[in-house]
């Protein structure tokens, strides 16, 4: 039977790249970019957003602009732009940690999402809390960069409890990954 | 009159307190054993003695004509439970929401509900285009929610909605509100069953020999409509359609030329379906039309904008501007006859694409022109149209409530109460 294999597909993909890229190609680029950096700065798009500290088109979505850092139990903290369902802290849980007796789902759909405070791109993974029935406390919907079906990953209205005992679903975390 | 009928109403309660009165007493004696079973056997001997007291009654205190009132309601008859007739355009079967079991049956004519279908929460239904079952995917657990798993299509009959049976599969996907992970095709003989688990399959069940035949792995597209002689197409990560044949052995899966971002400008996987022409009308988060012709080859048609056909700026990916887009979890509704396109509006920015609809917009696809736009009292989350000649819109909010609409005039003829909130579907040529 086949079975999703995520080291089969990392190992291929790694070994596609050192196949068809030399330590030389790679140095001539690192070069040109080294190069070319300065020039960058004097275009207008960079000019006319520089004193924001970020200047990807992310940080001015409805969601990012109204984001907070200090409340986990609202719709509005910055880690839930792309959530969907009850939020964990509301439910016993926390904003990366589940409520007493559910469990944590292994996968997730992601989201990239703007911390107010420093102005940096994260990306979040959404992992729902599964194995009791629904929390239904502080629904919220994110919906930024949120796709549809034929995109999984970055669709927020599956049911993210793949890989536990029990796929009932009981709320969502905002567990943070790292830098986008 | 109406006086009179409660004056000899009120004679009645009094008869019948005296005669409740009169069987207390008697109970109290020796007799009592012997009272209760013969009331248990028959209870024309209470009867009597109520019509008895109640003419007393009566004729102390005056009222209508003894006669009319003597007559008392007689015991309801044992009753089969009601049956259905096979289901008709003006139906509509609305999700009764999220993680809510069941998919209630209203008729747009009456706004009456005229049954439940049983069915596990997060399941899909599709109707028998012969009319004689409704079918639901579903998934179930030998505990409730612990156990074993199971993943099936019930078929319930259409007239009783009484199990016929179940046919096991191999798996489905759980999600809320969408239309398209359970079709069928060949006049009704195929189901395919989408599935994700996280990897995409499709399970594709010979309804008519109520067996599942194979499954098919489907990378990177989701969303599936019937293509009549070939299988299925579903739309793709990538942008692009894929056709599946399923006839044989292996089921052959090509790609068309990507025509759509499905990161940044995605098509609402809730779409319009002619299934007849095999034709499909795709709407994206901003706002582009795109319709195609599918078969062996699908052909992708030069998209337009919605705003654009309404006479206002076309929607765009950018932040910050402010405009009509189209949105909510099940954004629009095709009525099929009239090439008519019904849509949720809402004035917001790119990527609000879950908003509540503050306006439907009919779009007549063919011309490319929005030719009406319908305020909304309350904002709308879901959107169906009736397959009529006469076709009512309906549209429900979060909190359940259903109000059914003219799509000719857009004017409210009903609305319904706690109704249900999940995804409506009609029925469809």
């Not at chain 1, 029990?166 to 990954?177: D, I, W």
């Not at chain 2, 009120?10 to 009331?39: E, H, S, T």
């Not at chain 2, 069940?205 to 067996?211: E, F, H, I, Q």
């Not at chain 2, 509704?333 to 917009?361: D, N, P, Q, R």
Request: charged content about 20%; aromatic content about 8%; some cysteine.
């Amino acid at each position: 039977m086949k079975t999703f294999n995520p080291d089969a597909m990392g190992e291929k993909l790694l070994r596609r790249f050192a196949g068809g890229t030399s330590r030389r190609g790679i140095l001539s680029r690192l070069g040109l970019a080294l190069v070319a950096a300065p020039a960058f700065p004097l275009l207008p798009v960079s000019r006319a957003s520089a004193a924001k500290p970020d200047r990807s088109p992310e940080a001015k979505t409805a969601f990012a602009r109204s984001a907070q850092t200090t409340d986990d139990t609202k719709c509005t903290y910055w880690r839930y732009c792309a959530i969907d369902g009850s939020l964990c802290a509301c439910c016993g849980g926390a904003v990366n940690r589940c409520p007493p007796g559910a469990e944590h789902s292994p996968v997730s759909w992601v989201g990239t999402c703007i911390n107010p405070g420093d102005g940096r791109a994260y990306l979040i993974a959404y992992r729902d809390c599964c194995g009791k029935s629904y929390c239904n406390k502080c629904d919220c919907d994110g919906t930024d960069r949120e796709t549809q079906l034929y995109v999984p990953q970055l669709n927020n209205d599956v049911i993210w409890c793949f890989g536990t005992t029990s796929m009932e679903y009981h709320c969502s975390t905002a567990v943070l990954v790292g830098t986008a | 009159m109406y006086r009179k009928v409660q004056a000899g109403l009120g004679a009645l309660l009094v008869g019948v307190l005296a005669a409740q009165g009169f069987r207390r007493f008697r109970q109290k004696g020796p007799g009592q054993m012997k009272m209760m079973k013969v009331q248990g056997k028959s209870s024309l001997s209470v009867m009597g003695r109520n019509t008895a007291a109640a003419v007393c009654a009566l004729a102390l205190f005056g009222g209508v004509p003894a006669a009319r009132a003597a007559d008392p309601l007689q015991p309801d008859p044992e009753l089969e439970a009601v049956t259905l007739s096979a289901p008709k355009p003006s139906w509509i079967f609305v999700e009764r929401g999220f993680v809510m079991p069941g998919n209630a049956i209203y008729d747009t004519d009456t706004g009456k509900m005229l049954g439940l279908i049983e069915a596990s929460e997060l399941s899909d239904m599709e109707i028998d285009p012969a009319g004689k079952a409704y079918y639901i995917s579903e998934s179930i657990w030998t505990k409730g929610w612990r156990g074993t798993r199971q993943d099936m299509i019930t078929v319930y009959d259409a007239a009783t909605l009484k199990l016929k049976t179940e046919i096991a599969i191999p798996g489905r996907i759980l999600i809320d509100s969408r239309k398209f992970n359970f079709i069928l095709s060949d006049q009704g003989k195929t189901a395919y069953v989408y599935n994700l688990d996280p990897a995409s399959s499709v399970n594709m069940v010979d309804l008519a020999k109520g067996k599942f035949i194979k499954k098919i792995e489907l990378p990177g597209c989701a969303s599936m409509m019937a293509v009549t002689g070939i299988g299925f197409s579903a739309l793709c990560s990538d942008g692009s359609l894929a056709t599946v044949k399923t006839a044989g052995a292996k089921p052959e899966i090509t790609r068309s030329a990507p025509f759509f971002s499905a990161t940044n400008d995605p098509i609402f996987d809730n779409f319009g379906y002619d299934r007849a022409k095999q034709q499909v009308v795709f709407l994206t988060y901003t706002g582009q039309v795109y319709t195609a012709k599918l078969g062996a080859t699908p052909t992708v048609a030069e998209p337009f904008s919605i705003q654009a056909a309404a006479g206002v700026p076309a929607g765009e990916t950018k932040p910050l501007v402010v405009n009509w887009y189209p949105g909510s979890r099940q954004g629009n509704a095709y009525h099929v006859a009239s090439g008519h396109l019904f849509v949720l509006m809402h004035m917001g920015e790119y990527w609000s694409h879950k908003a509540s609809g503050t306006e439907i917009w009919d779009l007549d696809v063919a011309a490319k022109k929005v030719v009406k736009r319908i305020p909304l009292e309350e904002p709308a989350d879901r959107i169906a149209v009736t397959q009529e000649a006469n076709a009512k819109i309906v549209v429900t909010n979060d909190a359940g409530t259903l109000v059914i609409l003219d799509a000719n005039t857009g004017e409210q003829k009903s609305s319904i109460k706690r109704a249900g909130s999940g995804l409506i579907r009609t029925v469809e040529p």
